[in-house]
């Protein structure tokens, strides 16, 4: 945006010096060309470029960036793309203790009065990953949230028993409020689900407040909650006629999150759990790993999704339904070569397209789930996993070109952070070249905000079911909003 802002100034001074020159022409300007304005273009608008609007690009729109629509990003849609904004309920404890997302800063945010008696105050609890304890009246304050653009709130919340609430109110815990979380019943203290909230206009920054409601009871525990702008079924990126009167001469298309991989017939997405151990489960393979809470947390939301592979196991229900137990997850193997526990198997890009992809594993994927580097990790070189990790993104994406592939930054482990940590810096940069190349591919967090002192069993490599818990959350904040209802 900063570059047109210096061609429109360019243009605007090249057209005040042309008001000093004599006019050849027979129009009524002081430029030599033969429209009626003052700069040296043929359109009838005072700026440098080649439309009929007023600012300084040719896209046919009033707003000075590249697209063709009138908001302030560099996509042809009609939304401000407004990322969602999470924080970890464990940040009214400060910064150091959860993953507050940038919202909030050092360790002035705990202030929790709540009800007389220790009982009643909230706690940290579930490995210092959850809220609870949270009692009628007692609250969480949240500092410096800029509320600006965003449209509703959700909380990952657990109750057992209806009637439950939290209120979000500003800068006090009486102070105005702007949104009512009903908390559903759960079914106990340990599963948790998604309630959302629709949020009164509030705008600027503020200390945000999560009130437990005054009824006498424990609300609900919690986990987490989210800032963001509720978007229509097929987002907002409709691309819509400008209201200008120049035509459009962009050509931008969408390759961010705004892509739907699912069906719209009614049938189930198609999810290829793709890795190593960590994705088949091991750790807690009775719950499948990640992919049980995962499955339970698509159920309750009232989403269609299946999973494919070539392996299978897992639970025979979740939450109440028929669990599909295909996976690609290999044990001890790497992203294309040989490691230290893979018995002779160059990696689980041997698996793409077959048998990963045949029609006995479950046929094409919509959605790819791709964690795969912690076994590659014992051989320190992060810049030769990156060059695996993108050989192998691309080997999925030509398989499948109408795929959504979400790579994960994979999950801390002590012995191996030397080299995890720049391979992990390293994705997001893979993944937006990869995206501006055409291919649909977008990048998960399950690094940061992961404790493997809570959330490891003892190998000191495999989540337990804490951590599962955790990746699962992370895998349906990244696809939940694109499954089919």
Same mark, same amino acid.
């Given at each position: 945006?900063?570059?047109?802002? +210096?061609?429109?100034?360019?243009?605007?001074?090249?057209?005040?010096?042309?008001?000093?020159?004599?006019?050849?022409?027979?129009?009524?300007?002081?430029? +030599?060309?033969?429209?009626?304005?003052?700069?040296?273009?043929?359109?009838?608008?005072?700026?440098?470029?080649?439309?009929?609007?007023?600012?300084?690009?040719?896209?046919?729109?009033?707003?000075?960036?590249?697209?063709?629509?009138?908001?302030?990003?560099?996509?042809?849609?009609?939304?401000?793309?407004?990322?969602?904004?999470?924080?970890?309920?464990?940040?009214?404890?400060?910064?150091?203790?959860?993953?507050?997302?940038?919202?909030?800063?050092?360790?002035?945010?705990?202030?929790?009065?709540?009800?007389?008696?220790?009982?009643?105050?909230?706690?940290?609890?579930?490995?210092?990953?959850?809220?609870?304890?949270?009692?009628?009246?007692?609250?969480?304050?949240?500092?410096?949230?800029?509320? +600006?653009?965003?449209?509703?709130?959700?909380?990952?919340?657990?109750?057992?028993?209806?009637?439950?609430?939290?209120?979000?109110?500003?800068?006090?815990?009486?102070?105005?409020?702007?949104?009512?979380?009903?908390?559903?019943?759960?079914?106990?203290?340990?599963?948790?689900?998604?309630?959302?909230?629709?949020?009164?206009?509030?705008?600027?920054?503020?200390?945000?407040?999560?009130?437990?409601?005054?009824?006498?009871?424990?609300?609900?525990?919690?986990?987490?909650?989210?800032?963001?702008?509720?978007?229509?079924?097929?987002?907002?990126?409709?691309?819509?006629?400008?209201?200008?009167?120049?035509?459009?001469?962009?050509?931008?298309?969408?390759?961010?999150?705004?892509?739907?991989?699912?069906?719209?017939?009614?049938?189930?997405?198609?999810?290829?759990?793709?890795?190593?151990?960590?994705?088949?489960?091991?750790?807690?393979?009775?719950?499948?790993?990640?992919?049980?809470?995962?499955?339970?947390?698509?159920?309750?939301?009232?989403?269609?999704?299946?999973?494919?592979?070539?392996?299978?196991?897992?639970?025979?229900?979740?939450?109440?339904?028929?669990?599909?137990?295909?996976?690609?997850?290999?044990?001890?193997?790497?992203?294309?070569?040989?490691?230290?526990?893979?018995?002779?198997?160059?990696?689980?890009?041997?698996?793409?397209?077959?048998?990963?992809?045949?029609?006995?594993?479950?046929?094409?994927?919509?959605?790819?789930?791709?964690?795969?580097?912690?076994?590659?990790?014992?051989?320190?070189?992060?810049?030769?996993?990156?060059?695996?990790?993108?050989?192998?993104?691309?080997?999925?994406?030509?398989?499948?070109?109408?795929?959504?592939?979400?790579?994960?930054?994979?999950?801390?482990?002590?012995?191996?952070?030397?080299?995890?940590?720049?391979?992990?810096?390293?994705?997001?940069?893979?993944?937006?070249?990869?995206?501006?190349?055409?291919?649909?591919?977008?990048?998960?967090?399950?690094?940061?905000?992961?404790?493997?002192?809570?959330?490891?069993?003892?190998?000191?490599?495999?989540?337990?079911?804490?951590?599962?818990?955790?990746?699962?959350?992370?895998?349906?904040?990244?696809?939940?909003?694109?499954?089919?209802?």
């Amino acid at each position: 945006m900063g570059g047109w802002t +210096s061609l429109w100034m360019v243009c605007l001074v090249s057209a005040l010096v042309g008001c000093t020159g004599a006019d050849s022409g027979a129009q009524s300007d002081a430029d +030599s060309d033969a429209d009626s304005d003052s700069d040296g273009d043929s359109d009838g608008d005072s700026d440098g470029d080649t439309d009929s609007d007023s600012d300084g690009d040719s896209d046919g729109d009033s707003d000075a960036d590249s697209d063709g629509d009138s908001d302030a990003d560099s996509d042809a849609d009609s939304d401000a793309d407004l990322p969602p904004l999470r924080i970890e309920a464990e940040c009214a404890w400060g910064a150091d203790v959860g993953d507050c997302n940038g919202a909030v800063e050092g360790g002035t945010n705990a202030a929790l009065p709540g009800q007389d008696g220790a009982d009643s105050i909230p706690l940290l609890k579930e490995g210092d990953q959850v809220v609870g304890y949270f009692y009628a009246g007692s609250w969480l304050a949240f500092p410096g949230i800029d509320l +600006s653009g965003y449209t509703h709130v959700a909380a990952y919340v657990a109750r057992d028993g209806a009637g439950g609430s939290f209120e979000v109110r500003l800068d006090a815990p009486d102070g105005e409020l702007i949104g009512t979380i009903s908390v559903p019943d759960t079914g106990d203290w340990s599963t948790f689900q998604q309630a959302t909230a629709e949020l009164s206009g509030a705008t600027g920054v503020h200390t945000v407040y999560l009130v437990s409601a005054d009824n006498g009871t424990y609300n609900g525990d919690v986990d987490w909650i989210e800032f963001f702008v509720e978007e229509a079924p097929d987002d907002t990126e409709t691309d819509d006629p400008d209201t200008d009167t120049g035509p459009d001469t962009d050509t931008d298309t969408d390759t961010d999150t705004g892509y739907h991989p699912c069906p719209t017939d009614g049938s189930p997405c198609r999810i290829l759990p793709f890795g190593d151990s960590i994705t088949f489960g091991v750790g807690d393979e009775g719950n499948a790993g990640y992919r049980g809470p995962l499955f339970g947390m698509a159920v309750t939301a009232g989403k269609e999704i299946t999973f494919t592979g070539s392996l299978s196991n897992g639970p025979a229900e979740v939450s109440g339904e028929s669990f599909p137990p295909r996976n690609e997850g290999h044990s001890g193997w790497g992203i294309s070569t040989v490691t230290t526990w893979s018995n002779g198997n160059a990696g689980i890009a041997i698996r793409i397209p077959s048998p990963a992809f045949d029609s006995s594993s479950g046929g094409l994927p919509h959605i790819v789930l791709l964690h795969i580097g912690t076994n590659d990790a014992t051989e320190p070189d992060a810049d030769k996993m990156i060059d695996r990790l993108e050989g192998l993104v691309i080997k999925v994406a030509d398989a499948a070109p109408d795929a959504l592939i979400v790579v994960a930054q994979i999950i801390p482990l002590d012995w191996a952070n030397s080299t995890i940590d720049p391979y992990n810096a390293a994705i997001p940069g893979m993944v937006q070249e990869l995206s501006a190349a055409g291919r649909h591919v977008m990048t998960v967090d399950m690094n940061t905000g992961f404790n493997p002192s809570a959330m490891l069993t003892g190998d000191n490599i495999h989540p337990n079911g804490a951590g599962y818990q955790f990746m699962a959350e992370r895998w349906y904040a990244a696809i939940g909003p694109l499954l089919p209802d």
